[in-house]
Nanobody
Framework: QVQLVESGGGSVQAGGSLRLACRYTGSSGFMGWFRQAPGKQREGIAT????????YYADFAGGRITISQDKASNTVYLQMDTLKPEDTAMYYC???????????????WGQGTQVTVSS
């Protein structure tokens, strides 16, 4: 069983940056970050294949968002720069079955961490 614990959310002004962290226990090859804004569907942001570090991004990530990892501490990060009010959402770490951004590919979810971007 994989357990995921996110941290690093908070409130920031537009143009600012945040780094989210997800510490996981148990083995998981594919890890990812998703988000869900009020009234919207949950969407995939980025995925990383932890054995090698290959990454896969949603189009909207647009160079502003970077997924990375620290294998020594079983931690996956999501660095978000030039944040916009539309980035406001609950952000979830996930363990996936495949190298995918689809919520249906998720096997395990973290509890979520709120990101609020003010204009």
């Amino acid at each position: 069983q994989v357990q995921l614990v996110e941290s690093g959310g908070g409130s920031v002004q537009a143009g600012g940056s945040l780094r989210l962290a997800c510490r996981y226990t148990g083995s998981s090859g594919f890890m990812g970050w998703f988000r869900q804004a009020p009234g919207k569907q949950r969407e995939g942001i980025a995925t990383i294949w932890t054995p090698i570090g290959n990454t896969y991004y949603a189009d909207f990530a647009g160079g502003r968002i970077t997924i990375s990892q620290d294998k020594a501490s079983n931690t996956v990060y999501l660095q978000m720069d030039t944040l916009k009010p539309e980035d406001t959402a609950m952000y979830y770490c996930a363990g996936l079955k495949t190298f995918s951004l689809a919520p249906t590919a998720v096997s395990y979810w973290g509890q979520g961490t709120q990101v609020t971007v003010s204009s």
